[in-house]
């Protein structure tokens, strides 16, 4: 069977839709799959750029190869790929344009409120559905972006959860001394409020940060007028080894954005056996953690709740390890041979 699998790409911007893409190419190879992964750059400026995102994609012919042989499927990812014509298109949903949806009118969304944005707006919205709905089958990464779905296009996906691209090599070490974040460095995947919290703890509890983005400049110049720059480490990209280690020896894996769609972060930390600290309002990564069973679930507006979950595991180490165990406990079952089972006899 020949197989594509499109996908968006920002340039010059590597996060985990670009890590669960190639993950997939390489998965679906492993299992005899002929496969190529296809993508096109996406644009936000000017404003007109997202229509063409859509028509660029519409205008593919995918259908078969150079020299005319058929290919079977099409597997489409993330916001606007879904719009490319084949007989049999099945979506895995990672996301759609949030900044049209649940992100408008918020501090997080680039969207005004002008007469030309609302139209694009209303155009995304109608696209999204004639487009997803032509799939032979709609798979969402998480309930959190099959619930969107349904609220803004009613249109029905079931949940296929995305394993870590390194499932196989995840594995538990020692408890350590320090608590992991691992995320894109931006306003919305809220690492301030890890920094915030490391002000207040009452432990030696130190924070590591793995990522980069457009917040790490503010975050350090937080972590100084807080203080708290000797407790904050931060490492910016880390390539895959290193960061399977920092996963097996940390305390616990802090990762509380807001309302995000799956939170593989989540996924990673519980195949490590440690537990997850999150938020009241983190969307994906509350359908894997429960406060007191697999981790924290704290008030973002309340950092001094974080810091005294933090001081709490810091003491009882023993505790961290049963939290992350029971945790690792409930993601057994997220493997790719699962997930390629299920993709290929939709």
Not at 135 to 163: C, M, Q, T
Not at 185 to 192: E, F, H
Not at 250 to 259: G, I, N, T
Not at 269 to 278: D, G, I, N, Q, W
Request: aromatic letters at 8%; glycine letters at 6%; proline letters at 5%.
């Amino acid at each position: 069977m020949r197989t594509i699998i499109c996908n968006s790409q920002v340039p010059f911007e590597y996060g985990g839709a670009e890590i669960h893409a190639n993950a997939l190419y390489g998965q679906l190879r492993q299992h005899g799959e002929e496969v190529s992964l296809v993508q096109i750059p996406q644009q936000w400026e000017p404003r007109a750029e997202i229509i063409k995102g859509y028509m660029l994609w519409r205008l593919l012919d995918l259908t078969h190869t150079y020299n005319l042989l058929p290919v079977d499927r099409v597997i489409c990812l993330k916001h606007p790929s879904y719009a490319v014509q084949h007989p049999y298109k099945i979506t895995w949903l990672i996301h759609q344009l949030r900044q049209v949806y649940d992100l408008y009118g918020t501090p997080f969304g680039f969207m005004g409120n002008t007469a030309e944005e609302r139209e694009i707006c209303e155009a995304v919205t109608q696209m999204d559905t004639s487009t997803i709905g032509e799939s032979k089958k709609i798979f969402a990464i998480s309930h959190n972006v099959a619930d969107r779905l349904w609220r803004y296009n009613g249109l029905s996906a079931e949940v296929l959860y995305p394993p870590p691209a390194q499932d196989e090599r995840l594995h538990a070490g020692e408890y350590g001394h320090y608590v992991l974040s691992v995320s894109r460095l931006t306003p919305i995947k809220r690492v301030d409020l890890l920094i915030r919290a490391m002000a207040l703890v009452r432990t030696p509890v130190r924070c590591v940060i793995a990522g980069t983005g457009e917040d790490t400049r503010r975050l350090h110049q937080l972590a100084s007028r807080l203080h708290v720059t000797d407790r904050c480490q931060f490492l910016g990209f880390v390539e895959m080894n290193k960061l399977i280690e920092l996963y097996a020896n940390c305390l616990a894996v802090y990762y509380a954005p807001v309302d995000e769609d799956y939170g593989l972060a989540t996924v990673e930390a519980f195949k490590s056996a440690k537990p997850v600290l999150t938020c009241t309002d983190s969307g994906g990564t509350l359908e894997f953690v429960t406060d007191g069973e697999t981790g924290y679930v704290v008030d973002p507006a309340k950092p001094v709740e974080l810091a005294h979950r933090l001081d709490e595991l810091h003491n009882n180490a023993s505790l961290a390890r049963r939290l992350g165990e029971r945790g690792a406990e409930l993601v057994r079952d997220i493997t790719w041979d699962t997930t390629i089972s299920r993709l290929l006899d939709a």
